[in-house]
């Protein structure tokens, strides 16, 4: 199994953090920054665990600060992925207005694409915006991590060739709107991911998730699609390492 996204740098043991998932039987996982001081972080544990797949990014949340310096950071240490990127606009008055969001997200569409990279991609009631600024980097291949939206709303980024996140959140029971997305998208387009500390699950809440947790969310995609756990996590590591790279296929160990 692959972890699509978490964040181990936010957590107090990252190293633990890792192997007690692989002993739980996620091989792997990407860890992403999102802000200068995580990416460092992301940066330092890369050098501890070479094999690490990791994102570097400026996540919207942090969009006002300036996006010149993660470009340059991105360009020099050559992450696996960029991000976490993308658009937030919860709420009656977003933080950070969605010019400056865009301005943010754009700048870092623009070099993953002249990277040929894939971008791992945030986006909270925002998905219109984001097609829209995705459209404007054709060619640039990724994912909707932790995707929560409509099938209707889905459409386009598969047409566009991207991928889906399905995160803890598919182990609740209400998430009825979830459960159709996951039951309908095409198998060959779907991630699972922790988003660890982040994103809680039925059997466990924030700031207690682990990428261990990651065989749950499995487990209850693999009942909603009728299919057995060990034949989904096959499936979902192929999508990963197309989407990623080889890379997400090797056990990172700690030097
Ligand atoms: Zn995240």
Same mark, same amino acid.
Request: proline letters at 6%; charged letters at 20%; glycine letters at 6%.
């Given at each position: 199994m692959f972890d699509s996204h978490c964040?181990?740098? /936010? *957590?107090?043991?990252?190293?633990?953090?890792?192997?007690?998932?692989q002993s739980a039987g996620v091989r792997s996982v990407l860890t992403c920054g999102y802000d200068p001081p995580s990416n460092a972080a992301v940066i330092a544990l890369r050098t501890r665990v070479p094999d690490l797949p990791i994102a570097l990014g400026l996540h919207p949340w942090f969009a006002h600060q300036d996006v010149a310096p993660i470009l340059e950071l991105i360009e020099r240490q050559r992450p696996d992925v960029v991000g976490e990127l993308g658009l937030d606009l919860w709420g009656d008055t977003p933080m950070l207005s969605l010019d400056r969001q865009m301005h943010v997200l754009?700048?870092?569409?623009?070099?993953?694409?002249?990277? /040929? *990279?894939?971008?791992?991609?945030?986006s909270r009631k925002a998905i219109d915006a984001v097609l829209s600024a995705l459209r404007n980097h054709p060619g640039v291949r990724g994912a909707l991590h932790a995707y929560s939206g409509s099938w209707e709303q889905l459409r386009p980024f598969l047409d566009a060739g991207f991928y889906l996140g399905i995160g803890g959140a598919i182990t609740r029971d209400r998430a009825r709107r979830l459960h159709r997305v996951a039951r309908a998208a095409p198998l060959d387009r779907i991630l699972v991911e922790t988003d660890s500390p982040a994103i809680g699950m039925d059997i466990v809440e924030p700031p207690h998730v682990r990428p261990a947790h990651l065989p749950r969310v499995v487990e209850a995609l693999a009942r909603l699609r009728g299919m057995d756990p060990t034949e989904l996590a096959a499936v979902t590591d192929d999508n990963a390492a197309r989407l990623f790279g080889e890379k997400v296929r090797a056990t990172p160990r700690v030097q």
């Open positions: 964040h181990l740098t /936010d *957590l107090d043991d990252p190293l633990g953090g890792l192997l007690s998932a754009d700048a870092q569409l623009q070099l993953a694409r002249r990277l /040929d *990279l894939p971008v791992t991609v945030h």
